[in-house]
């Protein structure tokens, strides 16, 4: 019986990548499973697929990875994480589907964008309120306040905004109309004055690990391992992660919550290609992380398990 093959598909990182494919193979040699890199160049619409899995860390910058992805998916290869939910979700909808689920999010409000392309002129905005009610929003969520991309990560873009000035300007950043260039939708959302923050690490829907995190400090410095975060505060981080992810069905992800007089407010975790680099989340987290996605990949690969979007798409009564 031929191996059963994990891809593994990154960006710009080079801690992660090696010992995940030498911990899949390690872990996955007895059961049949090894791990490589996946090698891309033009994919016919219909194809024998070389991988059971493919972990996707890039295809939401390179549009060609998502393309293939999309159609990997549906001749049978598991995709972490599913593409085609990872290109429709948003950070709005994201607070809304909180706010059901239970989990504290700060007030939001999504901005309709300061500018448009070429081709979307007046006639096509005759549906927009204009001008906007800054006054009505600033009630609303307050100030300060912080104004950032409904989609994106890595802290890019991100304004704290404490005047009504201070937003207006910012929210002008987000117009630039240079070449290649396409106009941010924006949400204003309430500042969390917080005086604890976590960032949990969320594998697999199941697997959390919750660890303190200083958003301030330069980023090889975010990740605060003298301090663990336990007791109640650790059971509620990890409950309200595996309530969001699992709504989401994501197998690898980050939440990020704020403390605020013993609240914990979902602040962030549209993170579906998360920072796994080990100078970063440093050693012990690294070794976590590698155990709990060698798992998760290999219970997918041989059939152990199964993703969370399987059959979940309108497509899939039709063509398995």
């Known amino acids: 019986m031929s191996d ?4 593994l598909l990154i960006g710009r990182e080079n801690t992660f990548p090696g010992p995940f494919i030498e911990t ?7 059961k049949g499973v090894r791990a490589e890199m996946v090698t891309l160049g033009g994919a016919r619409e219909i194809e024998p697929q070389r991988y059971a899995v493919i972990v996707d860390r890039i295809s939401h910058e390179v549009p060609y990875y998502r393309a293939h992805l999309k159609s990997a998916a549906v001749q049978g290869t598991v995709v972490v994480n599913d593409p085609f939910w990872w290109e429709a979700d ?4 994201e607070c809304t589907l909180a706010r059901e689920l239970g989990v504290a999010v700060p007030k939001t409000v999504v901005l309709p964008n300061k500018a448009y392309i070429p081709d979307i ?7 927009l309120q204009y001008p906007l009610d800054w006054d009505s929003l600033i009630e609303y969520t307050g100030l300060p306040a912080i104004l950032k991309p409904n989609t994106g990560g890595g802290w890019k873009d991100v304004y704290r905004v404490d005047t009504k000035e201070e937003l207006i300007w910012a929210y002008d950043q987000s117009g630039g109309l240079s070449p290649g260039y396409r106009p941010k939708t924006m949400i204003l959302q309430e500042f969390i004055k917080w005086q604890d923050y976590i960032r949990c690490i969320a594998i697999g829907r199941k697997d959390v690990l919750p660890i303190r995190y200083d958003p ?3 980023f090889h410095e975010r990740y605060v391992i003298d301090r663990p975060v336990e ?8 409950l309200n992660a595996i309530r969001l992810t699992d709504a989401l069905g994501y197998d690898m992800d980050t939440v990020e919550f704020a403390v605020r007089d013993g609240e914990l407010y979902a602040i962030d975790w549209l993170n579906p290609a998360p920072d796994f680099d080990s100078f970063s989340i ?6 976590w992380v590698l155990e709990k996605m060698s798992d998760l990949v290999i219970a997918y690969a041989t ?3 199964e993703p969370p979007w399987k059959g979940e798409h309108r497509w899939w009564r039709h063509v398995r």
């Open 4 to 7: 059963k093959v994990v891809g």
């Open 24 to 30: 899949v193979n390690q872990r996955g040699a007895a």
């Open 90 to 93: 948003e950070k709005f909808f």
């Open 121 to 127: 002129s007046d006639q096509s905005l005759r549906n």
């Open 216 to 218: 301030t400090a330069p």
């Open 231 to 238: 007791g109640d505060l650790r059971t509620r981080a990890i």
């Open 282 to 287: 440093k050693e012990a987290n690294f070794a």
């Open 303 to 305: 059939g152990q398990a």
